[in-house]
């Protein structure tokens, strides 16, 4: 594979609770992504990042926060999740020809 | 943010089948990425299709972008159970920074 992951694979959280999820790559790429997926929606981005310290927000981003204080980790936080945000989270890598490699993704539920 | 509209939204075949799906913009693709994602998992790219005209296979899927740039098609011949999935188009927009999504079309082969 091609060395991305994502953690946790499951999380069940309160409403109002934060909520940190990881992505970690091996293959030292630039560009690193947010996206959540929604039946209906479909994948849209929420941040994504250009190198270490260098994030941008994408066309979901309110509520979240990222952040890269190294190449290999790209965090997403919810400050306060809510019900609106139960979602599956996928995190992606761009590698050449600006193909993406996505990672399995966690499903958050928050209740 | 251009739209990429994808059709069927949904099919529902029999195995040896043969089937096409649809991608398209009322502008013109900078290039086109097709992708394919499976219960659980994140999306893995298939092609990319980044010259008017162009027709790439993989082994029973028949990728086509089209002349004008402003569609593509993905055929698959003889379809089996394990082409069950998400089949998703994709476009690199923001000076192709950002990957921006079709809703895609979810295909299920009955065997």
């Known amino acids: 594979d091609a060395g991305i992951t994502q953690s946790p694979r499951h999380k069940v959280t309160e409403t109002g609770t934060p909520v940190t999820l990881r992505c970690h790559q091996t293959e030292n790429h630039r560009y690193m992504y947010w996206y959540r997926q929604d039946p209906g929606h479909g994948l849209r981005l929420i941040h994504y990042?250009?190198?270490?310290?260098?994030?941008d927000k994408g066309e979901v981003s309110d509520g979240y926060s990222v952040s890269r204080s190294k190449t290999e980790d790209f965090l997403l936080t919810l400050e306060s999740a809510t019900s609106s945000q139960t979602s599956v989270y996928f995190c992606?890598?761009?590698?050449?020809?600006?193909?993406?490699?996505f990672g399995s993704g966690t499903r958050l539920t928050v209740v | 943010t251009q739209l990429l509209e994808q059709s069927p939204q949904f099919l529902s075949i029999q195995e040896g089948e043969n089937l096409t799906v649809y991608c398209n913009s009322s502008?013109?693709?900078?290039?086109l990425q097709w992708y394919r994602q499976e219960p659980g998992e994140g999306p893995v790219l298939l092609v990319t299709v980044v010259t008017g005209g162009e027709v790439k296979k993989l082994k029973r899927l028949t990728f086509q972008f089209g002349d004008a740039r402003k569609d593509s098609s993905l055929h698959i011949t003889a379809a089996q159970p394990g082409d069950t999935g998400l089949y998703l188009c994709?476009?690199?927009?923001?000076?192709?920074?950002?990957?921006?999504f079709g809703k895609g079309t979810k295909l299920t082969v009955n065997p």
């Open positions: 990042s250009y190198g270490v310290k260098d994030t």
């Open positions: 994709a476009e690199p927009q923001g000076g192709s920074e950002k990957l921006v």
């Open positions: 502008s013109v693709f900078s290039s």
């Open positions: 992606a890598i761009r590698g050449q020809n600006y193909g993406y490699t």
